[in-house]
Protein backbone atom coordinates (compact mmCIF):
# COMPACT_ATOMS: atom_id res chain seq x y z
CA UNK A 1 0.00 0.00 0.00
CA UNK A 2 2.60 2.28 0.85
CA UNK A 3 4.62 3.53 -2.24
CA UNK A 4 8.15 3.05 -0.98
CA UNK A 5 10.45 5.85 -1.95
CA UNK A 6 7.31 7.27 -3.71
CA UNK A 7 5.76 10.47 -1.85
CA UNK A 8 2.21 9.74 -1.62
CA UNK A 9 1.01 12.92 -2.85
CA UNK A 10 2.31 16.52 -3.31
CA UNK A 11 1.70 18.20 -0.85
CA UNK A 12 3.72 21.23 -1.66
CA UNK A 13 1.02 21.56 -4.87
CA UNK A 14 -1.73 20.67 -2.69
CA UNK A 15 -1.50 23.68 -0.25
CA UNK A 16 -0.48 26.22 -2.63
CA UNK A 17 -3.52 25.31 -4.37
CA UNK A 18 -5.71 25.10 -1.71
CA UNK A 19 -4.18 28.16 -0.34
CA UNK A 20 -4.73 30.07 -3.92
CA UNK A 21 -7.98 29.37 -3.61
CA UNK A 22 -8.73 29.95 -0.47
CA UNK A 23 -6.56 32.86 0.30
CA UNK A 24 -5.88 31.56 3.81
CA UNK A 25 -3.24 29.65 5.01
CA UNK A 26 -3.23 26.22 6.12
CA UNK A 27 -2.70 24.08 9.26
CA UNK A 28 -0.12 21.72 9.40
CA UNK A 29 -2.21 18.72 9.08
CA UNK A 30 -5.25 19.60 7.11
CA UNK A 31 -3.89 18.79 3.97
CA UNK A 32 -3.52 15.06 4.32
CA UNK A 33 -7.64 15.07 5.01
CA UNK A 34 -7.66 17.25 1.97
CA UNK A 35 -6.38 14.64 -0.44
CA UNK A 36 -8.20 11.92 1.06
CA UNK A 37 -11.09 13.78 0.09
CA UNK A 38 -9.77 14.51 -3.51
CA UNK A 39 -9.32 10.31 -3.21
CA UNK A 40 -12.69 10.08 -2.19
CA UNK A 41 -13.83 12.94 -5.17
CA UNK A 42 -11.84 10.97 -7.58
CA UNK A 43 -13.31 7.48 -6.75
CA UNK A 44 -17.05 8.74 -6.73
CA UNK A 45 -16.15 10.56 -10.15
CA UNK A 46 -14.41 7.36 -11.67
CA UNK A 47 -16.96 4.99 -10.13
CA UNK A 48 -19.80 7.37 -11.91
CA UNK A 49 -17.77 7.45 -15.27
CA UNK A 50 -16.77 3.99 -15.11
CA UNK A 51 -20.94 3.34 -14.98
CA UNK A 52 -21.83 5.85 -17.29
CA UNK A 53 -18.90 4.88 -20.07
CA UNK A 54 -20.24 0.92 -19.43
CA UNK A 55 -23.84 1.81 -20.11
CA UNK A 56 -22.45 3.79 -23.52
CA UNK A 57 -20.82 0.82 -24.04
CA UNK A 58 -16.95 1.54 -24.06
CA UNK A 59 -14.44 -0.63 -22.39
CA UNK A 60 -12.11 1.94 -21.04
CA UNK A 61 -12.95 5.03 -19.02
CA UNK A 62 -13.92 7.64 -21.63
CA UNK A 63 -13.79 11.17 -21.37
CA UNK A 64 -16.77 11.95 -22.61
CA UNK A 65 -18.42 10.10 -19.68
CA UNK A 66 -15.96 11.59 -17.33
CA UNK A 67 -16.80 15.10 -18.42
CA UNK A 68 -20.78 14.08 -18.31
CA UNK A 69 -20.18 13.14 -14.98
CA UNK A 70 -17.74 15.83 -13.59
CA UNK A 71 -20.75 18.05 -12.81
CA UNK A 72 -23.19 15.88 -10.93
CA UNK A 73 -19.91 14.94 -9.00
CA UNK A 74 -19.02 18.01 -8.45
CA UNK A 75 -22.03 19.39 -6.96
CA UNK A 76 -22.22 16.41 -4.80
CA UNK A 77 -18.57 17.50 -3.42
CA UNK A 78 -20.17 20.82 -2.61
CA UNK A 79 -19.58 21.23 0.72
CA UNK B 1 -8.57 -39.94 12.40
CA UNK B 2 -7.50 -40.35 8.79
CA UNK B 3 -4.32 -42.66 9.45
CA UNK B 4 -5.81 -44.93 11.94
CA UNK B 5 -9.08 -46.16 10.63
CA UNK B 6 -7.06 -47.13 7.27
CA UNK B 7 -5.13 -48.84 9.27
CA UNK B 8 -7.69 -50.94 11.41
CA UNK B 9 -9.70 -51.34 8.00
CA UNK B 10 -6.38 -52.09 6.09
CA UNK B 11 -6.10 -54.94 8.41
CA UNK B 12 -9.91 -56.34 8.79
CA UNK B 13 -12.15 -54.39 6.98
CA UNK B 14 -15.47 -56.16 7.52
CA UNK B 15 -15.38 -55.96 11.11
CA UNK B 16 -13.90 -52.66 11.93
CA UNK B 17 -16.48 -50.90 9.85
CA UNK B 18 -19.38 -51.12 11.34
CA UNK B 19 -17.84 -51.34 15.37
CA UNK B 20 -16.25 -48.00 14.48
CA UNK B 21 -19.35 -46.23 13.53
CA UNK B 22 -22.58 -47.16 12.71
CA UNK B 23 -22.65 -43.88 10.30
CA UNK B 24 -19.38 -45.04 8.10
CA UNK B 25 -21.50 -48.69 7.24
CA UNK B 26 -24.61 -46.60 7.03
CA UNK B 27 -22.36 -44.47 4.77
CA UNK B 28 -20.55 -46.98 2.65
CA UNK B 29 -23.76 -49.43 2.33
CA UNK B 30 -26.23 -46.39 1.39
CA UNK B 31 -23.89 -44.02 -0.68
CA UNK B 32 -21.50 -46.58 -2.86
CA UNK B 33 -22.19 -49.98 -4.75
CA UNK B 34 -20.46 -51.83 -1.23
CA UNK B 35 -19.46 -55.06 -2.65
CA UNK B 36 -17.11 -54.69 -5.14
CA UNK B 37 -15.77 -51.98 -2.81
CA UNK B 38 -15.02 -53.93 0.12
CA UNK B 39 -13.73 -56.91 -1.91
CA UNK B 40 -11.08 -54.77 -3.39
CA UNK B 41 -8.54 -52.90 -1.38
CA UNK B 42 -9.12 -49.40 -2.46
CA UNK B 43 -12.26 -48.92 -0.27
CA UNK B 44 -9.91 -47.76 2.53
CA UNK B 45 -8.37 -45.16 1.09
CA UNK B 46 -12.06 -43.98 0.03
CA UNK B 47 -13.44 -44.25 3.71
CA UNK B 48 -10.86 -42.29 5.25
CA UNK B 49 -10.66 -39.39 3.62
CA UNK B 50 -14.40 -39.21 3.11
CA UNK B 51 -14.80 -39.22 7.23
CA UNK B 52 -11.89 -36.48 7.09
CA UNK B 53 -13.92 -34.53 4.78
CA UNK B 54 -17.41 -35.16 7.09
CA UNK B 55 -15.93 -33.88 9.82
CA UNK B 56 -14.11 -31.28 8.26
CA UNK B 57 -17.06 -29.74 6.35
CA UNK B 58 -19.65 -29.73 8.99
CA UNK B 59 -18.72 -30.41 12.71
CA UNK B 60 -22.07 -31.51 13.11
CA UNK B 61 -21.28 -34.59 15.65
CA UNK B 62 -24.71 -36.36 15.14
CA UNK B 63 -24.63 -39.13 13.18
CA UNK B 64 -27.79 -39.01 10.93
CA UNK B 65 -26.47 -35.63 9.82
CA UNK B 66 -23.03 -37.29 8.41
CA UNK B 67 -25.60 -39.78 7.34
CA UNK B 68 -27.20 -36.73 5.28
CA UNK B 69 -24.03 -35.05 4.02
CA UNK B 70 -22.14 -38.65 3.34
CA UNK B 71 -23.67 -39.37 -0.08
CA UNK B 72 -23.60 -35.81 -1.19
CA UNK B 73 -21.99 -36.12 -4.77
CA UNK B 74 -24.56 -39.43 -5.73
CA UNK B 75 -27.51 -37.51 -3.68
CA UNK B 76 -26.67 -34.22 -5.68
CA UNK B 77 -27.02 -36.29 -8.47
CA UNK B 78 -30.18 -38.09 -7.40
CA UNK B 79 -31.74 -34.81 -6.60
CA UNK B 80 -30.53 -33.17 -9.68
CA UNK B 81 -32.22 -36.35 -11.93
CA UNK B 82 -35.10 -35.75 -9.51
CA UNK B 83 -35.34 -32.21 -10.17
CA UNK B 84 -34.54 -32.61 -13.26
CA UNK B 85 -37.69 -35.09 -14.01
CA UNK B 86 -40.07 -32.55 -12.30
CA UNK B 87 -39.02 -30.02 -14.87
CA UNK B 88 -39.61 -31.88 -17.74
CA UNK B 89 -42.77 -33.34 -16.18
CA UNK B 90 -44.16 -29.33 -15.01
CA UNK B 91 -43.03 -28.13 -18.05
CA UNK B 92 -45.93 -28.35 -19.79
CA UNK B 93 -45.05 -26.87 -23.83
CA UNK B 94 -42.30 -29.81 -24.39
CA UNK B 95 -44.63 -31.41 -27.00
CA UNK B 96 -45.77 -28.26 -28.41
CA UNK B 97 -42.47 -26.95 -28.55
CA UNK B 98 -41.10 -29.75 -30.38
CA UNK B 99 -44.61 -29.33 -32.63
CA UNK B 100 -44.11 -25.95 -32.85
CA UNK B 101 -40.24 -26.03 -33.38
CA UNK B 102 -41.11 -28.59 -35.99
CA UNK B 103 -43.21 -26.04 -37.78
CA UNK B 104 -40.75 -23.12 -37.43
CA UNK B 105 -37.84 -25.51 -38.98
CA UNK B 106 -40.25 -26.32 -41.98
CA UNK B 107 -38.26 -23.83 -44.14
CA UNK B 108 -35.23 -25.31 -42.79
CA UNK B 109 -35.99 -28.84 -43.09
CA UNK B 110 -37.14 -28.14 -46.29
CA UNK B 111 -34.41 -26.34 -47.55
CA UNK B 112 -31.99 -29.44 -45.91
CA UNK B 113 -34.31 -32.06 -47.32
CA UNK B 114 -33.46 -30.53 -50.84
CA UNK B 115 -29.93 -30.08 -50.02
CA UNK B 116 -30.09 -33.90 -49.16
CA UNK B 117 -31.74 -34.50 -52.70
CA UNK B 118 -29.48 -32.48 -54.45
CA UNK B 119 -26.21 -33.04 -52.61
CA UNK B 120 -25.40 -36.27 -54.58
CA UNK B 121 -26.47 -35.61 -58.20
CA UNK B 122 -25.48 -31.67 -58.27
CA UNK B 123 -21.70 -31.04 -58.42
CA UNK B 124 -22.82 -27.42 -59.49
CA UNK B 125 -22.63 -26.05 -55.87
CA UNK B 126 -18.73 -25.46 -56.00
CA UNK B 127 -19.20 -23.88 -58.78
CA UNK B 128 -21.96 -21.07 -57.47
CA UNK B 129 -20.67 -20.68 -54.50
CA UNK B 130 -16.87 -19.25 -55.23
CA UNK B 131 -13.98 -19.73 -58.20
CA UNK B 132 -11.09 -20.47 -55.76
CA UNK B 133 -13.13 -23.67 -54.47
CA UNK B 134 -14.39 -24.95 -58.09
CA UNK B 135 -11.14 -23.80 -59.60
CA UNK B 136 -9.71 -27.41 -58.59
CA UNK B 137 -12.17 -29.61 -60.30
CA UNK B 138 -14.09 -27.70 -63.02
CA UNK B 139 -11.24 -26.03 -64.77
CA UNK B 140 -10.81 -29.02 -66.83
CA UNK B 141 -14.25 -28.46 -68.07
CA UNK B 142 -14.27 -24.67 -68.81
CA UNK B 143 -12.37 -24.71 -72.02
CA UNK B 144 -15.62 -26.74 -73.65
CA UNK B 145 -18.15 -24.74 -72.37
CA UNK B 146 -16.62 -21.71 -72.98
CA UNK B 147 -16.46 -22.93 -76.52
CA UNK B 148 -20.33 -23.99 -76.11
CA UNK B 149 -20.26 -20.17 -75.16
CA UNK B 150 -18.64 -18.75 -77.55
CA UNK B 151 -21.18 -20.71 -80.30
CA UNK B 152 -24.24 -20.04 -78.39
CA UNK B 153 -24.52 -16.68 -76.15
CA UNK B 154 -28.19 -16.80 -76.21
CA UNK B 155 -28.02 -19.73 -73.52
CA UNK B 156 -26.07 -18.35 -70.93
CA UNK B 157 -27.96 -17.88 -68.21
CA UNK B 158 -28.97 -21.75 -68.06
CA UNK B 159 -25.75 -22.65 -68.80
CA UNK B 160 -24.35 -20.50 -65.67
CA UNK B 161 -26.80 -22.10 -63.30
CA UNK B 162 -25.70 -25.27 -64.22
CA UNK B 163 -22.82 -25.12 -64.75
CA UNK B 164 -19.58 -23.86 -62.79
CA UNK B 165 -17.40 -21.50 -64.14
CA UNK B 166 -19.33 -18.36 -65.54
CA UNK B 167 -21.65 -16.83 -62.78
CA UNK B 168 -19.45 -13.33 -62.58
CA UNK B 169 -19.96 -12.90 -66.31
CA UNK B 170 -23.49 -13.17 -65.94
CA UNK B 171 -23.56 -10.95 -62.79
CA UNK B 172 -21.38 -8.26 -65.50
CA UNK B 173 -24.13 -8.70 -68.07
CA UNK B 174 -26.32 -6.33 -66.62
CA UNK B 175 -23.74 -3.32 -67.19
CA UNK B 176 -22.61 -5.07 -70.42
CA UNK B 177 -26.05 -5.18 -72.01
CA UNK B 178 -28.12 -2.72 -73.38
CA UNK B 179 -31.48 -3.84 -72.45
CA UNK B 180 -30.42 -4.33 -69.05
CA UNK B 181 -29.16 -0.76 -68.99
CA UNK B 182 -32.40 0.43 -69.70
CA UNK B 183 -34.51 -1.59 -67.25
CA UNK B 184 -31.98 0.77 -64.91
CA UNK B 185 -33.17 3.29 -66.08
CA UNK B 186 -36.22 3.33 -66.00
CA UNK B 187 -36.40 3.92 -62.37
CA UNK B 188 -33.94 6.25 -62.39
CA UNK B 189 -36.37 8.79 -64.55
CA UNK B 190 -39.46 7.39 -62.54
CA UNK B 191 -37.46 8.89 -59.26
CA UNK B 192 -36.84 11.95 -60.94
CA UNK B 193 -40.27 12.70 -62.48
CA UNK B 194 -42.54 12.67 -59.26
CA UNK B 195 -40.24 15.07 -57.78
CA UNK B 196 -41.63 17.78 -60.08
CA UNK B 197 -44.73 16.22 -61.45
CA UNK B 198 -46.19 14.26 -59.06
CA UNK B 199 -46.22 16.58 -56.62
CA UNK B 200 -47.91 19.48 -58.90
CA UNK B 201 -51.05 17.73 -58.69
CA UNK B 202 -51.38 16.96 -54.84
CA UNK B 203 -51.32 20.69 -54.97
CA UNK B 204 -53.34 21.92 -56.60
CA UNK B 205 -55.79 18.92 -56.21
CA UNK B 206 -56.81 19.48 -52.27
CA UNK B 207 -57.66 23.03 -52.37
CA UNK B 208 -60.36 22.23 -55.28
CA UNK B 209 -61.77 19.37 -53.03
CA UNK B 210 -61.68 22.20 -49.85
CA UNK B 211 -63.91 24.66 -51.79
CA UNK B 212 -66.20 21.88 -52.19
CA UNK B 213 -65.88 20.52 -48.75
CA UNK B 214 -65.20 22.89 -47.63
CA UNK B 215 -63.26 22.76 -43.81
CA UNK B 216 -62.65 18.84 -43.27
CA UNK B 217 -59.09 18.99 -42.98
CA UNK B 218 -55.91 21.15 -42.37
CA UNK B 219 -56.02 21.27 -46.06
CA UNK B 220 -59.64 23.11 -45.56
CA UNK B 221 -57.67 26.04 -43.38
CA UNK B 222 -55.79 26.79 -46.58
CA UNK B 223 -59.50 27.24 -48.22
CA UNK B 224 -60.25 29.22 -45.77
CA UNK B 225 -57.79 31.65 -46.77
CA UNK B 226 -59.11 31.90 -49.88
CA UNK B 227 -61.29 35.24 -49.80
CA UNK B 228 -58.24 36.58 -48.16
CA UNK B 229 -55.73 36.00 -51.29
CA UNK B 230 -52.40 35.70 -49.49
CA UNK B 231 -50.16 33.69 -50.23
CA UNK B 232 -49.30 33.22 -46.60
CA UNK B 233 -52.02 31.23 -46.15
CA UNK B 234 -51.09 29.45 -42.84
CA UNK B 235 -50.35 32.60 -41.21
CA UNK B 236 -54.01 34.11 -41.69
CA UNK B 237 -55.61 31.39 -40.20
CA UNK B 238 -56.00 32.92 -36.90
CA UNK B 239 -57.47 35.96 -39.03
CA UNK B 240 -60.26 33.32 -39.89
CA UNK B 241 -62.05 34.02 -36.82
CA UNK B 242 -61.63 37.72 -36.49
CA UNK B 243 -61.32 39.12 -40.72
CA UNK B 244 -63.13 36.23 -42.63
CA UNK B 245 -66.20 37.61 -43.26
CA UNK B 246 -66.28 36.02 -46.46
CA UNK B 247 -66.45 32.76 -44.42
CA UNK B 248 -69.31 33.11 -42.86
CA UNK B 249 -71.27 31.78 -45.78
CA UNK B 250 -70.15 28.13 -44.18
CA UNK B 251 -71.63 26.95 -40.81
CA UNK B 252 -70.82 27.31 -37.67
CA UNK B 253 -69.80 23.53 -37.35
CA UNK B 254 -66.71 24.59 -40.36
CA UNK B 255 -66.05 27.02 -38.04
CA UNK B 256 -65.57 24.41 -34.83
CA UNK B 257 -63.33 22.48 -36.68
CA UNK B 258 -61.26 25.14 -38.19
CA UNK B 259 -60.70 26.14 -34.79
CA UNK B 260 -59.41 22.41 -33.68
CA UNK B 261 -57.48 22.48 -37.00
CA UNK B 262 -56.01 25.97 -35.35
CA UNK B 263 -55.18 23.86 -32.28
CA UNK B 264 -53.43 21.39 -34.28
CA UNK B 265 -51.84 23.32 -36.22
CA UNK B 266 -50.65 25.13 -33.12
CA UNK B 267 -49.51 21.82 -31.50
CA UNK B 268 -47.70 21.42 -34.55
CA UNK B 269 -45.65 24.61 -33.98
CA UNK B 270 -46.86 26.73 -36.43
CA UNK B 271 -47.28 29.61 -34.24
CA UNK B 272 -43.39 29.65 -33.87
CA UNK B 273 -42.74 29.96 -37.61
CA UNK B 274 -45.62 32.45 -38.52
CA UNK B 275 -43.13 35.31 -37.95
CA UNK B 276 -41.35 33.64 -41.00
CA UNK B 277 -43.41 34.14 -42.91
CA UNK B 278 -44.17 37.19 -44.43
CA UNK B 279 -40.43 36.74 -46.02
CA UNK B 280 -41.20 33.70 -47.62
CA UNK B 281 -43.74 35.00 -50.53
CA UNK B 282 -40.36 36.81 -51.53
CA UNK B 283 -38.14 33.95 -51.95
CA UNK B 284 -40.63 31.62 -53.39
CA UNK B 285 -40.80 34.54 -56.01
CA UNK B 286 -37.63 34.28 -56.42
CA UNK B 287 -37.61 30.30 -56.69
CA UNK B 288 -40.64 29.51 -58.84
CA UNK B 289 -42.79 32.14 -59.70
CA UNK B 290 -44.53 30.34 -62.43
CA UNK B 291 -45.86 28.14 -59.56
CA UNK B 292 -47.50 31.29 -57.53
CA UNK B 293 -48.62 32.93 -60.81
CA UNK B 294 -50.76 29.63 -61.91
CA UNK B 295 -53.67 29.70 -59.05
CA UNK B 296 -53.33 32.91 -57.30
CA UNK B 297 -56.30 31.24 -54.67
CA UNK B 298 -54.70 28.18 -54.17
CA UNK B 299 -51.93 30.51 -52.08
CA UNK B 300 -51.40 27.83 -49.24
CA UNK B 301 -50.70 25.07 -51.14
CA UNK B 302 -48.63 26.96 -52.91
CA UNK B 303 -46.93 28.89 -50.07
CA UNK B 304 -46.76 25.46 -49.59
CA UNK B 305 -44.70 24.53 -52.73
CA UNK B 306 -42.77 27.16 -52.55
CA UNK B 307 -41.56 26.47 -49.10
CA UNK B 308 -40.72 23.20 -50.41
CA UNK B 309 -38.75 24.48 -53.08
CA UNK B 310 -36.92 26.87 -51.04
CA UNK B 311 -36.16 24.52 -48.44
CA UNK B 312 -34.83 21.81 -50.95
CA UNK B 313 -32.78 25.21 -52.05
CA UNK B 314 -31.88 25.77 -48.74
CA UNK B 315 -31.00 22.27 -48.43
CA UNK B 316 -28.57 22.29 -51.48
CA UNK B 317 -27.29 25.09 -50.35
CA UNK B 318 -25.71 23.12 -47.52
CA UNK B 319 -27.75 23.85 -44.76
CA UNK B 320 -25.80 21.70 -42.18
CA UNK B 321 -26.37 17.99 -42.03
CA UNK B 322 -26.44 18.66 -37.81
CA UNK B 323 -29.40 21.44 -38.19
CA UNK B 324 -31.72 19.24 -40.56
CA UNK B 325 -32.25 16.42 -37.92
CA UNK B 326 -33.28 18.86 -35.63
CA UNK B 327 -36.35 19.70 -37.68
CA UNK B 328 -37.13 16.22 -37.80
CA UNK B 329 -39.71 16.74 -35.16
CA UNK B 330 -41.48 19.17 -37.02
CA UNK B 331 -41.23 17.57 -39.89
CA UNK B 332 -42.80 15.09 -38.17
CA UNK B 333 -46.00 16.62 -36.92
CA UNK B 334 -46.57 18.12 -39.96
CA UNK B 335 -46.67 15.13 -41.64
CA UNK B 336 -48.92 13.67 -38.96
CA UNK B 337 -50.96 16.80 -39.77
CA UNK B 338 -50.54 16.64 -43.89
CA UNK B 339 -51.64 13.20 -43.44
CA UNK B 340 -55.07 13.85 -41.87
CA UNK B 341 -55.57 16.32 -44.33
CA UNK B 342 -54.76 13.25 -47.34
CA UNK B 343 -56.71 11.36 -45.77
CA UNK B 344 -59.89 13.74 -45.85
CA UNK B 345 -59.27 15.53 -48.68
CA UNK B 346 -59.13 11.99 -50.51
CA UNK B 347 -56.07 12.70 -51.83
CA UNK B 348 -54.19 8.94 -52.91
CA UNK B 349 -51.85 7.78 -50.37
CA UNK B 350 -49.64 6.86 -52.48
CA UNK B 351 -47.38 9.45 -52.40
CA UNK B 352 -46.83 8.99 -48.66
CA UNK B 353 -43.33 9.08 -48.45
CA UNK B 354 -42.84 12.21 -51.18
CA UNK B 355 -45.26 13.51 -48.76
CA UNK B 356 -43.25 12.99 -45.78
CA UNK B 357 -40.53 14.42 -47.28
CA UNK B 358 -41.93 17.23 -48.76
CA UNK B 359 -43.30 18.06 -44.81
CA UNK B 360 -39.69 17.45 -43.78
CA UNK B 361 -38.89 20.25 -46.55
CA UNK B 362 -41.87 22.45 -45.72
CA UNK B 363 -41.13 22.94 -41.95
CA UNK B 364 -37.47 23.25 -42.90
CA UNK B 365 -38.50 26.04 -45.13
CA UNK B 366 -40.94 27.30 -43.41
CA UNK B 367 -38.04 27.77 -40.64
CA UNK B 368 -35.42 28.97 -42.89
CA UNK B 369 -34.85 31.71 -40.89
CA UNK B 370 -34.80 29.59 -37.62
CA UNK B 371 -32.11 27.72 -39.45
CA UNK B 372 -30.21 30.33 -40.29
CA UNK B 373 -30.68 31.22 -36.51
CA UNK B 374 -29.81 28.00 -35.31
CA UNK B 375 -26.77 27.62 -37.42
CA UNK B 376 -25.56 31.40 -35.72
CA UNK B 377 -26.46 29.41 -32.49
CA UNK B 378 -24.66 26.33 -33.50
CA UNK B 379 -21.64 28.21 -34.51
CA UNK B 380 -21.81 30.31 -31.64
CA UNK B 381 -21.77 27.11 -29.35
CA UNK B 382 -19.27 25.26 -31.72
CA UNK B 383 -16.85 28.99 -30.99
CA UNK B 384 -17.78 28.48 -26.90
CA UNK B 385 -17.18 24.82 -27.56
CA UNK B 386 -14.05 26.13 -28.60
CA UNK B 387 -13.16 28.89 -26.24
CA UNK B 388 -13.61 26.35 -23.44
CA UNK B 389 -11.43 23.85 -25.22
CA UNK B 390 -8.87 26.40 -25.59
CA UNK B 391 -9.54 28.24 -21.92
CA UNK B 392 -8.19 24.75 -19.77
CA UNK B 393 -5.00 24.75 -21.58
CA UNK B 394 -4.31 28.75 -20.76
CA UNK B 395 -5.58 27.86 -17.13
CA UNK B 396 -3.32 25.17 -16.82
CA UNK B 397 -0.27 27.07 -17.84
CA UNK B 398 -0.44 29.92 -15.50
CA UNK B 399 -3.82 29.66 -13.09
CA UNK B 400 -4.35 33.00 -11.39
CA UNK B 401 -6.84 32.11 -8.42
CA UNK B 402 -9.73 34.16 -7.54
CA UNK B 403 -7.66 36.16 -5.00
CA UNK B 404 -5.24 36.43 -7.62
CA UNK B 405 -2.67 33.92 -6.64
CA UNK B 406 -0.89 31.60 -8.87
CA UNK B 407 -0.97 28.12 -8.25
CA UNK B 408 0.46 25.50 -9.92
CA UNK B 409 -1.88 22.80 -11.57
CA UNK B 410 -1.74 19.09 -9.88
CA UNK B 411 1.06 16.99 -11.36
CA UNK B 412 -0.99 14.59 -14.09
CA UNK B 413 0.85 11.74 -12.62
CA UNK B 414 -0.13 12.22 -9.69
CA UNK B 415 -4.04 12.77 -10.57
CA UNK B 416 -3.76 9.77 -12.79
CA UNK B 417 -2.22 7.43 -9.87
CA UNK B 418 -4.96 8.43 -8.45
CA UNK B 419 -7.15 7.72 -11.05
CA UNK B 420 -6.11 4.77 -11.51
CA UNK B 421 -6.34 3.28 -7.92
CA UNK B 422 -9.65 4.40 -8.11
CA UNK B 423 -10.35 2.63 -11.49
CA UNK B 424 -9.04 -0.67 -9.96
CA UNK B 425 -11.47 -0.07 -7.14
CA UNK B 426 -14.08 0.38 -9.76
CA UNK B 427 -13.50 -2.94 -11.15
CA UNK B 428 -14.29 -1.50 -14.91
CA UNK B 429 -12.56 -4.13 -17.52
CA UNK B 430 -10.10 -1.90 -19.05
CA UNK B 431 -8.10 0.18 -16.46
CA UNK B 432 -6.50 2.42 -18.72
CA UNK B 433 -6.68 6.09 -19.02
CA UNK B 434 -6.45 7.48 -21.84
CA UNK B 435 -4.75 11.03 -22.63
CA UNK B 436 -8.42 12.56 -23.29
CA UNK B 437 -10.06 10.84 -19.85
CA UNK B 438 -6.97 12.22 -17.86
CA UNK B 439 -7.23 15.70 -19.34
CA UNK B 440 -10.70 15.20 -18.03
CA UNK B 441 -9.88 13.89 -14.48
CA UNK B 442 -7.46 16.78 -14.55
CA UNK B 443 -10.10 19.43 -15.20
CA UNK B 444 -12.07 18.15 -12.74
CA UNK B 445 -9.82 17.78 -10.44
CA UNK B 446 -9.26 21.10 -10.88
CA UNK B 447 -12.28 22.14 -10.66
CA UNK B 448 -12.58 20.57 -6.87
CA UNK B 449 -10.44 21.48 -5.57
CA UNK B 450 -11.41 25.43 -6.50
CA UNK B 451 -14.68 24.32 -5.07
CA UNK B 452 -13.28 22.55 -2.15
CA UNK B 453 -10.94 25.85 -1.67
CA UNK B 454 -13.59 28.06 -1.60
CA UNK B 455 -15.75 25.98 0.31
CA UNK B 456 -12.71 25.77 3.01
CA UNK B 457 -12.61 29.19 3.00
CA UNK B 458 -15.89 29.77 3.91
CA UNK B 459 -15.99 27.72 7.22
CA UNK B 460 -12.57 29.14 8.23
CA UNK B 461 -14.11 32.76 7.83
CA UNK B 462 -16.44 31.44 9.62
CA UNK B 463 -15.70 30.74 12.74
CA UNK B 464 -13.48 33.71 12.45
CA UNK B 465 -9.57 31.92 11.55
CA UNK B 466 -6.75 32.74 9.35
CA UNK B 467 -6.30 29.48 9.13
CA UNK B 468 -8.00 26.56 7.56
CA UNK B 469 -8.13 23.83 9.99
CA UNK B 470 -8.29 19.82 9.91
CA UNK B 471 -11.79 20.44 11.30
CA UNK B 472 -13.04 22.76 8.82
CA UNK B 473 -11.99 20.04 5.80
CA UNK B 474 -13.96 17.28 8.46
CA UNK B 475 -17.14 19.36 8.44
CA UNK B 476 -16.84 19.79 4.52
CA UNK B 477 -16.60 15.82 4.14
CA UNK B 478 -19.32 15.74 6.95
CA UNK B 479 -21.27 17.90 4.15
CA UNK B 480 -20.07 16.22 1.65
CA UNK B 481 -21.77 13.06 3.22
CA UNK B 482 -18.56 11.51 3.24
CA UNK B 483 -18.06 11.42 6.65
CA UNK B 484 -21.11 10.35 8.40
CA UNK B 485 -22.82 7.36 10.53
CA UNK B 486 -21.73 4.75 8.73
CA UNK B 487 -17.48 6.24 8.07
CA UNK B 488 -15.83 8.48 9.48
CA UNK B 489 -12.94 9.97 8.56
CA UNK B 490 -10.14 6.99 9.79
CA UNK B 491 -11.75 4.59 8.43
CA UNK B 492 -12.03 6.41 5.38
CA UNK B 493 -8.31 6.71 5.77
CA UNK B 494 -7.50 3.45 6.09
CA UNK B 495 -9.36 2.32 3.24
CA UNK B 496 -7.76 5.15 1.40
CA UNK B 497 -4.70 6.24 2.48
CA UNK B 498 -0.95 4.90 2.55
CA UNK B 499 0.31 4.10 6.19
CA UNK B 500 2.52 6.47 6.33
CA UNK B 501 -0.87 9.96 5.54
CA UNK B 502 -2.39 7.42 8.33
CA UNK B 503 0.20 8.29 10.45
CA UNK B 504 -0.25 11.85 9.98
CA UNK B 505 -3.24 11.65 10.40
CA UNK B 506 -3.14 10.60 13.93
CA UNK B 507 -0.36 11.99 14.91
CA UNK B 508 -1.18 15.59 15.57
CA UNK B 509 -2.05 15.85 19.43
CA UNK B 510 -3.93 19.00 19.42
CA UNK B 511 -7.54 17.80 18.63
CA UNK B 512 -9.72 19.65 20.96
CA UNK B 513 -13.11 17.95 19.70
CA UNK B 514 -14.70 15.61 21.07
CA UNK B 515 -16.03 13.81 18.34
CA UNK B 516 -12.39 13.36 17.25
CA UNK B 517 -11.47 11.95 20.20
CA UNK B 518 -14.04 9.42 20.69
CA UNK B 519 -13.51 8.40 16.58
CA UNK B 520 -9.70 8.04 17.34
CA UNK B 521 -9.79 5.39 20.20
CA UNK B 522 -12.05 3.63 17.90
CA UNK B 523 -9.69 4.42 15.17
CA UNK B 524 -6.56 3.46 17.06
CA UNK B 525 -7.87 0.04 17.21
CA UNK B 526 -8.57 -0.37 14.11
CA UNK B 527 -5.22 0.61 13.33
CA UNK B 528 -3.52 -1.60 15.73
CA UNK B 529 -5.24 -4.29 13.86
CA UNK B 530 -3.97 -3.35 10.64
CA UNK B 531 -0.02 -2.84 11.86
CA UNK B 532 0.04 -6.19 12.93
Known sequence: MALVGKKPYPKATVKKIIKAHSNLNIKKNADVTVYLDYVLFMESLVREAAIHSKQSGERALAARSVKKVTRDTLSKFKG | ?532
Request: no cysteine; net charge negative; hydrophobic share 30%.
Open chain 2, 1 to 532: MATTPTANNGSRPTDRTPSRTPANRLLATSAEPPSSRRVIHTPLDRTAPRDLLNSLRRGTPGSARRLNNAPTPHAKAARRALNDRRTAMFTPGKKRRQSLMGQREDAMQLLKNLGRALAPKSQAISSSSSSGSSASSPATRRPSIRSRMSATIDYDDEFDDDDAPIPRPRLSLPIDNDDDDEDLQRPELSQLDPDQTVELPRRFLPPQRDSELPRVSLGSLHGGDFPNHDPTGEVDMPSEFSEGAPDRDRTNLSFDRGTAEGDLTRRSSFDLQMPDFPDFPDEGEDDAPPLQFDSPERSPSQARSLLEITGRDVMDAGVEPEAAPAFDDFGSDRGEIEDFSSSDEGVPGADDGIDDRGASFDVIDNTVGDIADITAISAVAADSERTEKTKPPLKKRKRISRHGIEYPSLPSTFVKRVAQNALQNSGLSNARISADTLAALEQASDWFFEQLGDDLEAYASHAKRKTIEESDVVTLMRRQRQVGSSSTVFSLAQKHLPRELLQELRMPPPQPVKRRQSKRARDEDGNGEEAT
